[in-house]
């Protein structure tokens, strides 16, 4: 019996410093993980493009970078494209220093920052991407609404409603007593950041009593299933999911009520709920390195906008695609919009 | 044990090899010694980590406000941490499904272990328990395109996600399990006494209501709380079909957000490792994990206290 004892517990503690040994094995490894081969000189890769390329910025243009890098690397696999999350404004300064060769941004660089750049020397050329508009919807059983003002939108979704507007009455004294129901994305998602920009003028400033996914098609199902439900999530995905939802018109500066479309989030006037998005591209690593030149022209080919789409945003209509084109080949620096607001501006006479 | 053995036996004779079979005793040992051991340092590791970053919670948030803020809005600006917001949603759809589980398991039990045939009881039990094994996401889904519309069509005011049709399909989920349980406690009770209790002349439903399930209690009890601890902790169903919107009250018709879908939603998005929103999901997870372990030492207790030993 002692000796059984004995033996017992002896292989219970071997058993156990097996155990820590493998953990402490698992836990070693994991540094040395990634890294592939990147600087391989250039000559024996099939496309003869090597080399890394530094994208920082935006979240929201961020999926369309991760697509574009994906497919890219796919085709050119001695290139290395590392995307960023840092924000328009941390892509931006990193982006002023030189240390990145593009920078995502979901706004126009602004004055401050265009002085940043011009102060290192340097020069960016400003390229839109895409186009991402939000869509306001609700119930297709809801016949008392067809347009609502960006103050009407505020009044529905401020910090201050938390609580306390809970129906359609408290939005418009017209409007029916019906109990509203809100959906709409969660905190992580860009479009919540811009809708809450848009509407509350402040990022992430919500109320927080709603039904908040990140998964747009919850906000489908929630609003689909609703009579008195409104909710908001980006026009992409609005379109696949046209006639179960009725989308809503918004009033913009001008005074016009205004329904979301491809055309109306193009030319601006659907307004304030959609924008251009943007890359930034240094001009001399544009011209110095062959990789950041392929990878930015990988991105405005129009062939590719299939995975803009992709992303959940709307690619570039034809005529301005075209002019995107144009300025990445002439390099023209400078911005467009001279450190001011993409709101209400329209591309394609400023291009 | 201790037999002498000839230095130079022949080869023809056969001899156990004990300095082998002790070795492979001993690795077995250790083998099974080495899989006890991660489950009980898995265990241990979850609890570990679940009481730091809850502590490191409640460093940033003080106690009084988790338990007294009515609205639960931590991602947003206007942060608001009232726990009881999650738990009253997840106590709501609990309850209803206890009210749906505790009926159709217990007479499903009663059903297979007193009236049943043995023939049927052996096709019928296995049935029941394939309800075991459907995945939880497909009732999830079943209850949000199939028993809400449903629903709606007598309920005008019920909306598309809500407590009462996640509850419902919850309780269906947690059936099989409160059957299985309350039928093995119900089949064990010793036919001595369903014997005599027909010997004094009481019929089969008075000898069930009179004899069987109160000797059967400690057991029927045990499956539900069991029942209950899986209904807290069952996170799709409720994710999928009682919506994402937190919101005090029991009020089944709305959306409401339990403790589970909470840790979903923001498992879900690219919350920051080490942010305040990152931590809440340890103080939710905290509590649900104390909600569950009180109820099955709850269980423990009463199985111990009511437990009718029969010979």
């Known amino acids: 019996m002692v000796l059984t004892t004995l033996l017992s517990r002896s292989a219970y503690s071997v058993a156990l410093a097996a155990l820590v040994a493998g953990l402490a094995a698992c836990g070693g490894d994991s540094p040395t993980a990634t890294t592939e081969g990147t600087d391989a000189g250039g000559t024996d890769s099939p496309s003869g493009i090597a080399g890394d390329i530094q994208v920082d910025g935006s979240s929201t243009v961020f999926p369309i970078s991760e697509a574009m890098a994906e497919e890219f690397m796919a085709a050119n696999p001695e290139t290395r494209v590392t995307v960023g999350v840092s924000g328009t404004g941390g892509g931006f300064e990193k982006f002023c220093t030189g240390e990145t060769d593009i920078s995502n941004a979901s706004r126009p660089i ?25 869509t306001v919807v609700t119930n297709t059983g809801n016949d008392w609404v067809q347009c609502l003002t960006t103050e009407e939108l505020n009044t529905i979704w401020a910090p201050e409603a938390e609580g306390q507007v809970a129906n359609w009455n408290q939005v418009r004294p017209d409007f029916p007593n019906q109990p509203l129901g809100l959906y709409g994305p969660g905190t992580d998602s860009g479009t919540f950041d811009y809708f809450t920009d848009a509407i509350n003028g402040e990022e992430g400033a919500s109320r927080g009593d709603y039904t908040a996914s990140e998964d747009d098609n919850v906000v489908v199902q929630g609003v689909g299933s609703d009579d008195g439900g409104l909710g908001y999530f980006g026009y992409a995905y609005y379109e696949e999911n046209e006639g179960q939802l009725k989308a809503l018109e918004i009033e913009n500066e001008a005074g016009e009520c205004v329904a979301p479309s491809r055309e109306t989030i193009a030319d601006g006037t659907y307004a304030p709920l959609a924008r251009p998005i943007f890359i930034y591209v240094n001009r001399e690593a544009y011209e110095t390195k062959p990789q950041v030149q392929a990878f930015v022209d990988y991105q405005v080919d129009p062939a590719n906008e299939e995975l803009v789409s992709e992303a959940g945003y709307i690619a570039l209509p034809a005529d301005i695609s075209e002019k995107v084109v144009a300025r990445v080949s002439n390099a023209t620096t400078g911005s467009i919009y001279e450190g001011g607001s993409s709101v209400g501006v329209k591309l394609s006479d400023k291009l | 044990m201790t037999a002498e053995v000839p230095p130079q036996s022949s080869a023809s004779l056969w001899r156990p090899n004990r300095q082998r079979s002790k070795q492979i005793q001993n690795l077995v040992v250790v083998i099974t010694g080495a899989f006890a051991a991660i489950s009980i340092l898995t265990t241990l590791g979850i609890v570990a980590t679940l009481m730091f970053e809850t502590f490191e919670f409640f460093r940033e948030v003080p106690f009084w406000n988790f338990l007294t803020d009515r609205r639960w809005t931590p991602l947003f600006s206007s942060k608001q941490f009232g726990i009881f917001v999650l738990i009253s949603a997840t106590v709501l759809t609990s309850v209803i499904a206890i009210l749906v589980a505790l009926p159709l398991g217990l007479l499903a039990a009663i059903c297979l272990s007193e009236y049943a045939q043995p023939k049927t009881r052996r096709i019928l039990k296995p049935v029941l328990e394939i309800l075991a094994g459907i995945p939880s996401v497909v009732f999830g889904y079943f209850a949000l395109l199939t028993v809400t519309p449903f629903l709606q069509s007598f309920i005008p005011n019920l909306q598309g996600f809500n407590a009462l049709s996640a509850g419902l399909i919850l309780g269906i989920s947690i059936t099989p399990l ?55 902790g069952e996170t799709m169903i409720v994710t999928l079909a009682a919506g994402q919107n937190p919101t005090l009250g029991l009020n089944p018709f709305v959306p409401v957000m339990t403790m589970t879908a909470y840790i979903v939603q923001v498992s879900l998005g690219d919350t920051p490792v080490g942010s305040l929103a990152f931590k809440t999901i340890f103080a939710v997870g905290m509590t649900l994990f104390l909600m569950t372990l009180v109820l099955n030492l709850f269980s423990f207790w009463f199985v111990r206290r009511f437990r009718e030993k029969y010979e």
């Not at chain 1, 602004?110 to 939000?134: H, N, T």
């Open chain 1, 110 to 134: 602004k004055q401050e920052e265009i002085e940043a750049c011009e102060q290192a020397g340097v020069e960016f050329v400003e390229l839109p991407v895409a186009f991402d508009g939000i």
């Open chain 2, 178 to 232: 409160v059957a299985s349980l309350s039928e093995d406690a119900i089949y064990s009770v010793p036919q001595s006494l369903r014997d005599g209790s027909y010997a004094l002349g009481a019929t089969r439903r008075e000898t069930i209501t009179a004899v069987v399930l109160p000797a059967a209690l400690s057991g029927i009890v045990a499956s539900l709380i069991l029942a209950v601890s899986r209904a807290i």
